[in-house]
């Protein structure tokens, strides 16, 4: 069964658990607050203003000017401390974050990012997130697999405006969890009743099982250009190739 947007940030939490200045996004990114222990090292940085996020209060009693980007009522942490936008900017493009999570329309085989805009859709603007991708250390996508009508999100290439180049670095949805190397999506984790037939339909790009447990032959280089190959080396072509 995949893995709900909950049980991604969770997993996603769970990546980033020693690490200390993380920046997290609007949709699943922010339901990581939701899971980072709050004894631990990690400072949640959102752009809004606020180092030492906190998940969503559990009673009614939440202070009313404690949000996250969202909007959404939030909580903050030991130490946590609050500044203008500007500041938080600062932060984001300055190198002092460790790790930023966002959400993405697309993400291709080279690590490339696209997230800000749908041709024909209202364009609400590229926001902050090309401060922080430029700006963190380490980048990384959660994300559903597919789209709205089952196109996939993991491509070979982007097609959609880009957000930055290369700087995508691991990629979470509700399939499984995939690092970016060497132009292809490495397949290193499954969610749970998911089968690896299900991981190849829905990826658009280069693909390889890097499991502990995968055998050789679980590996697809490019469906398109190993197919084209397959067909040029055959002296009667398939009836379903046109």
């Given at each position: 069964m995949p893995w709900s947007s909950s049980e991604i940030a969770a997993r996603v939490a769970d990546e980033v658990a020693s690490e200390k200045l993380v920046s997290i996004g609007i949709g699943i990114p922010a339901r990581v607050a939701e899971h980072i222990?709050?004894?631990?090292?990690?400072?949640?940085?959102m752009e809004n203003g606020i180092l030492g996020l906190g998940p969503r209060p559990q009673n009614q009693k939440a202070a009313l000017d404690v949000a996250n980007a969202e909007g959404s009522p939030a909580s903050a942490?030991?130490?946590?401390?609050f500044f203008d936008v500007s500041a938080a900017v600062t932060m984001m493009r300055g190198g002092?974050?460790?790790?930023a999570i966002l959400g993405a329309m697309e993400v291709d085989a080279h690590g490339d990012l696209a997230g800000w805009q749908v041709p024909g859709a209202v364009d609400s603007g590229m926001g902050g997130a090309m401060d922080l991708v430029v700006g963190a250390r380490r980048v990384l996508v959660c994300m559903s697999q597919t789209a709205r009508h089952g196109d996939s999100k993991l491509v070979e290439q982007c097609s959609l405006?880009?957000?930055?180049?290369?700087?995508?670095?691991?990629?979470?949805?509700?399939l499984g969890v995939f690092e970016i190397q060497d132009g292809a999506f490495h397949l290193l984790e499954i969610a749970p009743e998911v089968e690896w037939d299900e991981i190849v339909?829905?990826?658009?790009?280069?693909?390889?099982?890097?499991?502990p447990t995968s055998?050789?032959?679980?590996?697809?280089?490019?469906?398109?250009?190993?197919?084209?190959?397959?067909?040029q080396n055959q002296d009667v072509p398939h009836d379903d190739e046109d």
């Open positions: 222990y709050l004894r631990g090292p990690v400072m949640l940085h942490r030991a130490g946590a401390s002092h974050l460790d790790v405006p880009l957000t930055a180049r290369g700087v995508v670095s691991m990629v979470f949805t509700g339909a829905s990826t658009a790009g280069p693909l390889i099982d890097a499991r055998s050789p032959s679980d590996t697809r280089e490019s469906t398109e250009e190993s197919d084209q190959s397959d067909t």
